[in-house]
């Protein structure tokens, strides 16, 4: 049976402790948490903090500050490389299954290179050694996961599937019938196809119906995790006016049931 995650940050300015028992009292059963360097010893102390609270970790999500370059000469694609490694290892250390990674930006696509393929392939190589899954996020890089998909077959490297990203930005591309059968890892949110609102599941225009029934066909999974970080900026933000963080994500849990 599947049981229900959510980003540790759900647009909620509050300390980490606090979103995490949020999150528990809200009934979900596991979290995703943010790998950035923003705050070191905050990073490093969520995943006790997490299990303290009885909730399972469902990956780390690494941070991208420049994925283009993966596919790029120089040492900017280099430096990428080896943080990806690096989530990887800190994923070894803290007993943590899986790093969701990017390998572009959601708005400008890389061309497929020989040498992001290369870097690829020594990603690979060290989810391998280290026994840490590898889930590669769709963005704006379809034919990069075609490629990586078609030629590199390990237990180790898997499809992340981001429902926002595909209807906002490659809506024809059938994602989970394309990886399915390698997903380790879904980021469930909504949006128009006008932004990447990250808005709870029915607030946008994706058919969820259709996405619950193509899941049920994907390599199984044990959570149903929710990436909701809606921006408070955009027009559709009035839905979650007033509410408190405890009113949204008792919301947020509602909206999964719906789908499991």
């Not at 690096?86 to 890389?110: E, F, K, N, W, Y």
């Not at 992001?116 to 690979?124: A, E, M, P, S």
Request: overall charge negative; hydrophobic content about 40%.
């Amino acid at each position: 049976m599947l049981q229900f995650g959510i980003f540790a940050w759900f647009s909620y300015p509050l300390p980490i402790a606090e979103r995490l028992k949020l999150i528990q009292e809200a009934g979900f059963d596991a979290v995703s948490l943010w790998w950035g360097d923003e705050n070191e010893d905050e990073k490093e102390r969520q995943p006790a903090l997490a299990r303290r609270l009885g909730l399972a970790i469902d990956n780390i999500h690494a941070p991208y500050p420049n994925a283009n370059a993966l596919w790029q000469d120089g040492l900017a694609g280099e430096a990428y490389l080896h943080l990806l490694c690096s989530c990887m290892d800190d994923c070894r250390q803290h007993g943590i299954p899986t790093v969701v990674a990017h390998i572009s930006r959601l708005s400008i696509q890389p061309e497929v290179t020989p040498i992001g393929f290369t870097r690829i392939k020594r990603l690979v190589e060290h989810a391998e050694k280290r026994e840490v899954n590898l889930a590669i996020e769709n963005l704006n890089c379809i034919p990069h996961l075609d490629r990586i998909f078609a030629q590199l077959d390990s237990e180790r490297l898997g499809f992340c599937y981001d429902s926002g990203h595909e209807n906002f930005n490659h809506p024809d591309a059938d994602c989970l019938a394309r990886y399915g059968h390698r997903l380790f890892a879904v980021h469930l949110h909504d949006n128009a196809g006008d932004a990447d609102a990250h808005l709870l599941p029915y607030d946008g225009n994706i058919e969820w119906e259709s996405v619950k029934q193509k899941l049920k066909k994907c390599r199984p999974i044990p959570y149903l995790t929710l990436e909701v970080d809606f921006k408070r900026e955009h027009p559709q933000s009035c839905l979650y006016q007033g509410l408190s963080a405890e009113q949204f994500l008792s919301q947020a849990y509602l909206r999964l049931q719906r789908l499991s």
